[in-house]
């Protein structure tokens, strides 16, 4: 293993990277996102696929859903960069590796990954480390999103233009927050320019789960809470469509996570499907 500077990443975000990477090998074409950068990233053990939490078979859906959110979240942004929108900005942005995987879209936007400051030294020094570098349209702007503070500041002193429309994508991230601390960021983005679009991922109740992935789930908010990450907030859609459209977004809408896996895995011949859970909202301004 890599040696690592102070703050070494958040285990939820190396599992996701790690994840995407397992997709690429060990599932057939065609890959739903094709994203190796993360792994790279991470920097894991070499056993890192005989973990309980990459097992093929056990995890294939979770493994499905991570990559079906962040191939919407990709396709949303590479929509909006063909409509003129130049500023692309990762709420906990973990190991997201747009801006090295997809470099066609990326040298048309600036990205700004919002993160812990620890997590975004660390990344730093890996970008760097492994010769990616951290060019000028790639910001990492450290912020702990419960600590109080706005984030639109320090994301303006990184030079985002909050008078110009924006794509935000959280995903992964609502579970680990207060719902106060997710209202206000909502409430903060719906503030700003006209045709800016937000998509954020959000964990369904148990209760609104399929019977199916209800043991999955509960393992993983098991896992989450034994490793310091628990999961502290659940929200049914429609309170997430009244959050969004109290903090005054002009349009929201719902996406269930069964949307995706109809849009991304209905034609595959391994079964390969995502696992109930995680919905997401496309709100805009
Ligand atoms: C499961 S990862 C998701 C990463 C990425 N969005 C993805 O989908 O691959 C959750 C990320 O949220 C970040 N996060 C959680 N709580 C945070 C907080 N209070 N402030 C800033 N970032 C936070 C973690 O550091 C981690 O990188």
């Not at 979240?73 to 973990?94: C, K, N």
């Not at 109080?148 to 794509?167: I, K, M, N, Q, Y």
């Not at 005054?248 to 996406?255: I, K, L, N, P």
Request: aromatic share 8%; charged share 25%.
């Amino acid at each position: 293993m890599t040696e690592r500077a102070a703050g070494a990443p958040d285990s939820t975000a190396m599992r996701v990277a790690l994840w995407r990477a397992m997709h690429v090998r060990v599932d057939p074409p065609p890959h739903v996102l094709a994203d190796e950068v993360g792994l790279r990233l991470a920097g894991p053990d070499d056993d890192w696929h005989s973990r309980p939490d990459m097992d093929p078979q056990a995890t294939s859906g979770f493994r499905a859903a991570v990559v079906a959110r962040a191939r919407c979240v990709e396709d949303l942004v590479v929509e909006q960069a063909r409509h003129g929108v130049a500023q692309y900005v990762v709420l906990g942005s973990g190991l997201d590796t747009f801006a090295q995987h997809r470099p066609e879209v990326a040298a048309r936007l600036r990205i700004f990954e919002i993160d812990r400051p620890g997590h975004q030294s660390w990344k730093r020094q890996r970008l760097i480390e492994l010769g990616y570098g951290v060019p000028d349209g790639l910001r990492l702007v450290p912020v702990d999103f419960e600590a109080g503070d706005s984030w639109l500041e320090p994301l303006t002193d990184a030079g985002f233009d909050p008078g110009r429309p924006a794509v935000f994508a959280s995903s992964g991230v609502s579970m680990y927050l207060t719902k106060e601390t997710t209202a206000a960021t909502l409430r903060r983005i719906a503030g700003l320019a006209a045709g800016s679009t937000l998509a954020m991922t959000f964990l369904l109740p148990a209760e609104r789960v399929e019977d199916a992935d209800r043991p999955g789930l509960r393992d993983s908010e098991e896992g989450a809470r034994s490793s310091g990450t628990p999961f502290i907030s659940f929200y049914t859609p429609e309170e997430m469509l009244a959050l969004a459209r109290e903090a005054g977004f002009q349009d929201a809408r719902h996406v269930p996570g069964s949307a995706l896996a109809d849009r991304y895995f209905a034609a595959r011949a391994d079964g390969l499907r995502p696992s109930s859970g995680e919905d997401l909202l496309l709100a805009t301004t």
